[in-house]
Each structure stands twice: as C-alpha cells, then as structure tokens.
C-alpha cells in the first residue's frame, strides 16, 4: 500500500482552492456583449420624454446599424424601480438624478457609482380645450385648482395620479408638500390620454411635458393644437409680459415658472451601449434633437445671421 505524501496533499488543497475560487471569479464577472456601436440593450424612460426620445434613438440606430436601445416608457417611479431590480436594465432617462443616500446604495450593492448627468430642459404645459377662454394662470391659481378650491371645480387631468414625474413635480412645485383634492384630479395612463381628454372635455385643464405638445414641426402635435391650448402661467421675474407660455425661449430663460431638468442615469463600469448613448444625447447631435423638439440644450448653440449667397 501506498503512503500518501502530506506535503502532496497540502499542494493538491492549494489548487483545489484556487479552483474554486476561479471558477466563482467567472461566474461573478459580467460578460460584455455590447460597446457604444454594437449590441442591444434595454433602458427604461419617463414617458413624460417619449417623443423626443423616440427620435434620438432612430437617429443613433441610423448612425450605429449594429446597435439596438430597446425603451421601455412608463411612469418615474417604475423607472427606478428598474434600475434597482432588473439586471438588464442598463439605463433610465428621467426627471432627476440620483440623490446622495441612492448613489451610497448603488455603489454599496454595485461596487461602484452610477453615472448621472442632466442632457436638457422641459416644461410642463398647462393645456386647456380650445373653447375654454380661461389660458392664464398664477402658480397660487393653480394650486387653488388642485386642491379644489377654485370656483369653477375644473377637473385636473394628470398622467397617473401616483408615481409619475408630472405629479411629483405638482406636489413639490405647485403644492409645496400638500395633497390634492382628489375630487377633481383626475388620472388616466399617459400623456397622450391626457391631450386627447382635453380635446373631449370643455371643463378640464391638464398637465403634461412640453415634449407631447410644443414641437410645431410635429404634424400630430399641430393637429392636437386645433382642439386644445396651451394656457400662460404668470412669470415671476418678467416686466414687459406678466404671462408667457412654455417656448423655447422662456424654458431657457426660467421665465415660465414650470420648469424641470432630464436626467439620464446609467449602469454601466464600462463602455457599452448606455455609455455610448448617453454620451450623444449630452453632446452636439443629442443636443440638437432635444432643441429641434422644442426643448431647452444644456449645450450653448451660436445663432448666425447670413444672405444665402454670402461667403462664410
């Protein structure tokens, strides 16, 4: 019978741990399968954005045929919700970044932090029906109205009562931490809904991004603008004109009142595919989108003015 050498089965031990400890390395370690021009991945978007994203990612499609953004548009909450749940979520596009106690979480659970940057200014656009005369408003006239406290008992038509960004911003922004009178505050599941119920209702005052109606290049939106308005709220800091509507212009300015930042936040410790995206929406391409939309670019674009026969 063979003696068995200790010192060959301490050496045997060793590797068998290394083994393992490899194998559970691999099994732990992300396989990359895309880059910033290639491969397919599913992100999450406010639906508040649908629109103008929509048209970002056909033209970064068009720019990279190998790529795929497969967008998933659904209320604010449910974006987050995403990016902390499903682990094919690479990316959400919405109306804040992270707050110091989420990014301590995701670098805690992720090993390191997301990256968080805003790409532009929206708007939310108060809309009423073409026949209704009443178009101006104040912010303490719109909260009056939400909490149900306006003469007319208009109805309020948001995009969800709970969990969407346009709602949060009411609370926060209009509401300053109150509660809405749900009497008069009406839910339905998106934006387009909400457009098309003012179309329906003389009695009814809506609230949605500028991204669903303020784009006059847009055909279907031009279309919506014969049966609805877009109301004024008053500006704060304004001398010559008291109310202003939701342009290009004011948004930039901060002269309209409901103003709100784009976020996208991405979940990526490489450069992939979100990486890749999110980089053309902060840049130039990105930036003329958002601003061809009728948004407002974080980018500063020079404006020229020249006869079509001169020399630059």
Same mark, same amino acid.
Not at 8 to 32: E, G, L, P, Q, R
Not at 223 to 246: E, F, H, R
Not at 275 to 303: H, K, V
């Given at each position: ?14 590797? &068998? ?15 990359? /399968? ?5 491969? /397919? ?41 995403? %990016?902390? &749940? ?51 408003? +104040? ?29 949060? %911003?009411?609370?926060? &922004? ?5 509660? %809405?009178? +749900? ?96 980089? %053309? ?32």
């Amino acid at each position: 019978m063979y003696k068995i050498n200790s010192a060959f089965i301490f050496i045997a031990a060793i590797c &068998s741990m290394a083994i393992i400890a490899c194998n559970d390395s691999n099994k732990n370690k992300h396989t990359v /399968t895309d880059s910033p021009t290639s491969g /397919t991945i599913h992100i999450s978007v406010d639906e508040s954005f649908a629109p103008v994203i929509e048209a970002a990612i056909k033209v970064y499609e068009g720019s990279y045929p190998g790529t795929k953004i497969i967008a998933h548009y659904k209320p604010e909450a449910e974006c987050f919700k995403d %990016f902390y &749940s499903d682990t094919s979520n690479r990316m959400i596009i919405v109306t804040r970044g992270l707050n110091r106690k989420e990014s301590r979480f995701y670098t805690d659970s992720l090993n390191y932090t997301p990256v968080s940057n805003r790409i532009a200014w929206d708007a939310i656009a108060i809309v009423t029906n073409k026949n209704n005369n009443d178009t101006l408003y +104040t912010l303490e006239s719109l909260k009056q109205l939400l909490q149900g406290k306006a003469g007319d008992k208009k109805k309020v038509v948001f995009d969800g009562l709970s969990a969407t960004s346009t709602v949060r %911003f009411a609370v926060d &922004s209009i509401l300053h931490g109150g509660n %809405f009178d +749900t009497s008069v505050v009406k839910a339905v599941k998106t934006s387009k809904e909400v457009l098309e119920y003012i179309a329906s209702n003389t009695d009814a005052v809506g609230l949605t991004g500028i991204s669903w109606i303020g784009n006059p290049e847009d055909s279907a939106q031009v279309n919506m603008l014969k049966k609805i308005k877009i109301a004024y709220v008053q500006c704060g800091v304004c001398d010559s004109t008291p109310y202003v509507k939701p342009t290009q212009q004011s948004i930039l300015t901060k002269r309209y009142p409901l103003v709100r930042g784009l976020y996208y936040i991405v979940k990526e410790n490489y450069s992939g595919l979100g990486s890749g995206f999110a980089e %053309f929406l902060n840049y130039e391409r990105g930036q003329l989108i958002f601003r061809r939309a009728y948004l407002g670019p974080i980018m500063d674009f020079d404006i020229r003015q020249v006869r079509i026969n001169e020399k630059l």
